[in-house]
């Protein structure tokens, strides 16, 4: 298998390597033996200490030894197939003022459109054409879409469509929506947690979000039955090993069934223009990470990683990851979902563009599967 060697963040355009190193000698061992073994028990279920942590996920080792150990795991769950999901961004108006978002309330500039029922229904006819056979329905926090309608448009596409699945992203709500919405037959929520520590979550975001309602939901989602789906950004602002720390023991305690991990890129119409974007290396420790701790878990290499780094997406797979999400938004559209700057959603991050994308995993040794891909975890509440 040919593999990416383009690692050094120092090739990304505009990229530092932000992250905190800490030396390996404080293990008194030469640092390929303690890491390796470490690793192994990192596979094997432990639990680390807050030192190993920090070693893990900031101290100066061989990466290529974590990635490798990563990819072994997926290969060893998942084989070297990769599934697709069909993104369709069905709203680009937000309630919510999430300091680093770019559709966040108030950026006035922020171009604002709703997708229509019908709108939605054709691109997961397109969308079927190609090969999805999951459709994930993400927007800002829009109460224009009402508790029903969502429940009419998820019902729809499963009539449509039985063969799929769907996945909601849409933010937080009601518990009784989330039960609606799975009695009418949605499969999966993703709900990044964003940040594991209440402290640095409230300074992400204004007040009034806050982080306890956020676990909430994703209590309640995991309970009443979704596959669920949290995350974080890497490099957002103020975030440093500890607060990584914390999110890695959160995913060990919660046990999502999938995990989305992508680098904060500043948004220039946003507080946060100023900040740094997260780092193509310290993304890829995260994601490696999570595949050892959750063996099992689906892991997207997300497009904001593909934006950082040309080969960003390649490089996720490489490290564990075994999911891609192109976008499958109606062309005219695209642009207007704009998280973060120069966000891709042309040639390969395109559902038109699958052919192209299949060439590129099939270059590293995967392959792209037509396959609702349901996650391996069990569920326990
Ligand atoms: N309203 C939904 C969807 C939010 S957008 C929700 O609340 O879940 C999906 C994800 O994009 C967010 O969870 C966040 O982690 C990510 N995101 C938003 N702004 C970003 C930025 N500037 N850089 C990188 N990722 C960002």
């Given at each position: 298998?040919?593999?990416?060697?383009?690692?050094?963040?120092?090739?990304?355009?505009?990229?530092?390597?932000?992250?905190?190193?800490?030396?390996?000698?404080?293990?008194?061992?030469?640092?390929?033996?303690?890491?390796?073994?470490?690793?192994?028990?990192?596979?094997?279920?432990?639990?680390?200490?807050?030192?190993?942590?920090?070693?893990?996920?900031?101290?100066?080792?061989?990466?290529?030894?974590?990635?490798?150990?990563?990819?072994?795991?997926?290969?060893?769950?998942?084989?070297?197939?990769?599934?697709?999901?069909?993104?369709?961004?069905i709203s680009?108006?937000?309630?919510?003022?999430?300091?680093?978002?770019?559709?966040?309330?108030?950026?006035?500039?922020?171009?604002?459109?709703r997708?229509s029922k019908?709108?939605?229904?054709?691109?997961?006819?397109?969308?079927?054409?190609?090969?999805?056979?999951?459709?994930?329905?993400?927007g800002?926090e829009d109460a224009y879409y009402t508790t029903k309608q969502v429940a009419g448009i998820v019902?729809?596409?499963?009539?449509?469509?039985?063969?799929?699945?769907?996945?909601?992203?849409l933010?937080?709500r009601e518990?009784t929506d989330?039960?609606v919405w799975?009695?009418a037959?949605?499969?999966?929520?993703?709900?990044?947690?964003?940040?594991?520590?209440?402290?640095?979550?409230?300074?992400?975001?204004?007040?009034?979000?806050?982080?306890?309602?956020?676990?909430?939901?994703?209590?309640?989602?995991?309970?009443?039955?979704?596959?669920?789906?949290?995350?974080?950004?890497?490099?957002?602002?103020?975030?440093?090993?500890?607060?990584?720390?914390?999110?890695?023991?959160?995913?060990?305690?919660?046990?999502?069934?999938?995990?989305?991990?992508?680098?904060?890129?500043?948004?220039?119409?946003?507080?946060?223009?100023?900040?740094?974007?997260?780092?193509?290396?310290?993304?890829?420790?995260?994601?490696?990470?999570?595949?050892?701790?959750?063996?099992?878990?689906?892991?997207?290499?997300?497009?904001?990683?593909?934006?950082?780094?040309?080969?960003?997406?390649?490089?996720?797979?490489?490290?564990?990851?075994?999911?891609?999400?192109?976008?499958?938004?109606?062309?005219?559209?695209?642009?207007?979902?704009?998280?973060?700057?120069?966000?891709?959603?042309?040639?390969?991050?395109?559902?038109?563009?699958?052919?192209?994308?299949?060439?590129?995993?099939?270059?590293?040794?995967?392959?792209?599967?037509?396959?609702?891909?349901?996650?391996?975890?069990?569920?326990?509440?």
């Amino acid at each position: 298998m040919p593999v990416l060697n383009d690692r050094a963040d120092s090739s990304m355009p505009g990229g530092e390597d932000n992250s905190v190193m800490i030396g390996s000698a404080d293990f008194g061992l030469p640092g390929g033996e303690k890491i390796r073994g470490l690793l192994h028990k990192l596979s094997e279920g432990y639990h680390p200490s807050e030192q190993e942590w920090r070693f893990l996920i900031a101290g100066e080792y061989d990466r290529n030894l974590l990635y490798t150990k990563a990819d072994e795991m997926r290969r060893k769950q998942y084989g070297t197939d990769i599934y697709i999901r069909g993104l369709i961004e069905i709203s680009s108006y937000c309630k919510n003022d999430c300091l680093y978002c770019g559709i966040r309330r108030s950026n006035s500039h922020a171009q604002r459109y709703r997708l229509s029922k019908e709108d939605i229904l054709s691109c997961c006819e397109q969308g079927y054409g190609l090969g999805f056979r999951t459709f994930v329905l993400q927007g800002g926090e829009d109460a224009y879409y009402t508790t029903k309608q969502v429940a009419g448009i998820v019902q729809s596409i499963k009539e449509r469509y039985p063969d799929c699945a769907v996945t909601l992203s849409l933010g937080e709500r009601e518990r009784t929506d989330y039960e609606v919405w799975y009695k009418a037959g949605a499969d999966r929520y993703l709900l990044r947690h964003e940040t594991a520590s209440k402290e640095h979550y409230q300074k992400l975001h204004p007040p009034g979000i806050t982080y306890e309602h956020r676990m909430q939901c994703l209590r309640d989602l995991k309970q009443i039955g979704y596959q669920t789906g949290c995350g974080f950004m890497v490099g957002s602002p103020f975030q440093g090993t500890e607060e990584l720390i914390a999110d890695m023991k959160f995913l060990q305690e919660f046990r999502p069934h999938m995990v989305g991990i992508g680098p904060f890129i500043p948004h220039y119409d946003t507080p946060f223009r100023e900040y740094a974007q997260g780092s193509l290396t310290q993304t890829l420790t995260m994601i490696a990470l999570t595949r050892l701790v959750l063996p099992k878990t689906l892991i997207p290499a997300t497009t904001a990683l593909g934006t950082i780094h040309p080969q960003g997406r390649e490089l996720g797979l490489q490290a564990g990851a075994n999911v891609v999400m192109p976008n499958l938004s109606p062309p005219a559209v695209r642009g207007q979902y704009s998280l973060y700057d120069n966000k891709r959603c042309t040639g390969d991050e395109a559902a038109e563009g699958l052919e192209e994308l299949k060439q590129c995993v099939a270059a590293i040794g995967y392959q792209i599967v037509v396959d609702k891909g349901d996650s391996r975890m069990k569920t326990d509440v």
